[in-house]
């Protein structure tokens, strides 16, 4: 059974662009949610959708946003990126709980 | 707004019995308390999960006390393998439009030696 796959692993962008990040949850998993990890700030809770519709959702300004697809697929996006956004940005999903989730590998955003 | 507290980092040796105890004075009445493990460059990864007393599964157990202020993940006879960090993870209260939002532990760096 395949894991939650997130694409790009490693990215590189320059600060005022935006980034879409993709994740293909495991089949048949509803929920997916998506966590950013610094080492200042540990790992944050983004957003999660469940049906295409967010559900819940941190503390990050609206330059983060996401989107679920019918497939369960999702994207996070971030406009106008700051140094600060550098992060490892995880993905994970979960057939319908709510916390027993599985992650992915992350996709590392360095901004420079 | 939920804060966690947790141990920044253990030592133990194998074939002890670990525990680690998060801290959580203000956390959402509805939701679990979840713990993960995560070793450098992968995800995190579900331990176990629980909402009051203990929950056994087969790699740890979760002690919660009725009032549900912190939790303890207890892990059984350790290996070298289980070096790794520790996070638990909580839901907020909802205080001041943050319902809904998770919060994450910092994380305990659990270090097992021979």
């Known amino acids: 059974k395949a894991g939650v796959t997130q694409t790009p692993r490693y990215l590189i962008k320059t600060r005022g662009q935006q980034v879409t990040l993709s994740c293909s949850p495991i089949s048949g998993h509803r929920s997916v949610s998506w966590y950013q990890q610094t080492p200042g700030q540990g790992l944050q809770f983004l957003f999660e959708?469940?049906?295409?519709?967010?559900?819940n959702k941190g503390n990050f300004p609206g330059r983060f946003s996401g989107r679920q697809f019918s497939n369960s697929r999702s994207e996070m996006n971030v406009s106008t990126l700051e140094l600060g956004d550098s992060a490892l940005y995880l993905c994970?999903?979960?057939?319908?709980?709510?916390?027993?989730?599985?992650f992915g590998s992350g996709t590392r955003l360095t901004v420079v | 707004l939920a804060k966690t507290t947790q141990p920044i980092s253990m030592d133990s040796y194998e074939g002890q019995e670990v525990n680690i105890t998060c801290s959580h004075n203000n956390i959402a009445t509805n939701d679990y308390i979840t713990w993960y493990q995560q070793f450098p460059s992968q995800g995190p990864r579900f331990i176990i999960q629980g909402y009051k007393t203990k929950v056994t599964n087969e790699v740890a157990s979760l002690f919660i006390p009725a009032d549900r202020k912190s939790s303890t993940l207890s892990l059984p006879r350790v290996s070298l393998s289980d070096t790794a960090v520790y996070y638990c993870l909580v839901g907020d209260p909802g205080d001041g439009g943050s319902q809904g939002n998770l919060i994450f532990g910092k994380g305990t760096k659990l270090s097992v030696k021979p």
């Open positions: 959708y469940f049906s295409e519709t967010q559900r």
């Open positions: 994970a999903s979960s057939p319908g709980q709510i916390h027993g989730y599985t």
